[in-house]
Structures are given as C-alpha cells and as structure tokens.
C-alpha cells in the first residue's frame, strides 16, 4: 500500500512480507500461499505453481510446451489457449491461467 507518503509492504496472515504464487486445489478447498506451498509434495498433481508465465499465451508458444513437459499438474490445450486440469471438489477442473491468478490477488486483496 501507499500510505503517507512511503510504500509499504503488507504481511499475509502469517506475518511474512512475500506470499508465494502458487494455489493448491483439494477435494474440499482451494489454497493460496504458504499453506499451497507447504502441501506441494502431497498434493502435486493439484498444484498451480509459475501460473504468470502462461498468462497471455498461445497453446503452441514454447514457453507453454515447455511447461506441459515440466508441470506436476497436467496441462491441456482447448482451442488456442492453455488450461491446468485440476482435481476439485471430486471433479475434474479446467481451471485457465487467468483465473489461478485472479485466486492468487483476492487472497492479497483480503489480507
């Protein structure tokens, strides 16, 4: 925030000034943050991490052929764009890029 004249950076809610990028989905919560990143290991497949550099992209771009190579969570092509398929709520997702950041700011938007 800005705030008399200085700029500050605001701590989530476990007092740390840097919040990962990275959202998990389980079968009964989507997670931001340091508890996605914590679970990372047990929850691979559902796992959103480096979603920035898929924003904007062409499905052939390299950079997104890259990430379907490198990905723990699956990653599917619909038209021209790039989708993560992700287990949630006992249901298969199509989740885009996009909407994994927009889940990324309302969780800072809160805090």
Avoid: W
Avoid at 81 to 99: C, I, L, W
């Amino acid at each position: 925030i800005f705030q008399d004249g200085k700029t500050e950076v605001v701590a989530n809610e476990g007092g740390d000034r840097m919040t990962p990028a990275i959202v998990a989905y389980t079968d009964h919560d989507k997670v931001v943050g340091l508890p996605a990143k914590q679970g990372l290991y047990r929850n691979a497949s559902n796992t959103i991490c480096n979603v920035k550099e898929l924003i904007g992209r062409e499905a052939d771009s390299e950079v997104v052929q890259n990430a379907m190579q490198n990905s723990n969570v699956k990653i599917i092509c619909q038209g021209a764009k790039p989708f993560y398929e992700v287990d949630y709520k006992e249901r298969t997702h199509k989740v885009s890029p996009v909407s994994v950041a927009a889940a990324i700011f309302d969780s800072l938007k809160g805090t």
